[in-house]
């Protein structure tokens, strides 16, 4: 059974930095990309950043500069290191699986940040 | 970038109804759309991928159609676990991933 499991999550004052991590298993993690899709308190889907099997990596204009996603293929886990964290990164963060062209088959359950002072 | 709009923002309609859903891009796109569902407090699941292709798995009360820049989503027969909110997401070789703004149906 595929599960993906963030952790990480938290309260972080503006200006701060927060690390997520998801944890992988039921499939063969180093041969799929992954993305980080994000949603604020009563709003929609963003997509965050996504990195390749290979570690090429994507970032969303709104977080370019500050995050970066990175991957360990030994640990079956995939990261999100979150700098000059603000108020409007403020959101349940999930980790998914991509499959051909991107689209997200699993998903985590979610990881809440906030950013507030 | 390409922008997804979707259509209604939302929707009212009881259970045995026929719902359809409108995604429309700002270019063209060829078939690299998907669509989610998301129930309150829960991840989005996937329904359809590349415009018309349902996920394993799915009821087949779902349907995916549309090429370009026009796309819809229909439930033929609503259910009562449809009742949830969608997005269609613009697929590609590469990122940005780009999410329309979400269409919540709701019990009449």
């Known amino acids: 059974e595929v599960q993906l499991v963030e952790s990480g999550g938290g309260l972080v004052k503006p200006g701060g930095s927060l690390r997520l991590s998801c944890v992988a298993s039921g499939f063969t993690f180093s041969s799929y990309s992954m993305n980080w899709v994000r949603q604020a308190p009563g709003k929609g889907l963003e997509w965050v950043s996504s990195i390749t099997t290979d570690s090429y990596i994507y970032h969303a204009d709104s977080v370019k500069g500050r995050f970066t996603i990175s991957r360990d293929n030994a640990k079956n886990s995939l990261d999100l290191q979150m700098n000059s964290l603000r108020a409007e990164d403020t959101a349940v963060y999930y980790c998914?699986?991509?499959?051909?062209?991107?689209?997200?088959?699993?998903w985590g359950q979610g990881t809440l940040v906030t950013v507030s002072s | 970038d390409i922008q997804l709009t979707q259509s209604p923002s939302f929707l009212s309609a009881s259970v045995g109804d026929r719902v359809t859903i409108t995604c429309r891009a700002s270019?063209?796109?060829?078939?690299?759309l998907a669509w989610y569902q998301q129930k309150p407090g829960k991840a989005p699941k996937l329904l359809i991928y590349?415009?018309?292709t349902l996920q394993s798995g799915v009821p087949t009360r779902f349907s995916g159609r549309g090429s370009g820049t026009e796309f819809t989503l229909t439930i033929s027969s609503l259910q009562p676990e449809d009742f949830a909110t969608y997005y269609c997401?613009?697929?590609?070789?590469?990122?940005?991933?780009?999410f329309g703004g979400g269409t919540k149906v709701e019990i009449k």
């Open positions: 997401q613009l697929l590609n070789t590469y990122p940005p991933l780009t």
């Open positions: 270019q063209g796109i060829g078939s690299y």
């Open positions: 998914a699986r991509a499959r051909s062209n991107w689209y997200s088959d699993y």
């Open positions: 590349s415009a018309s």
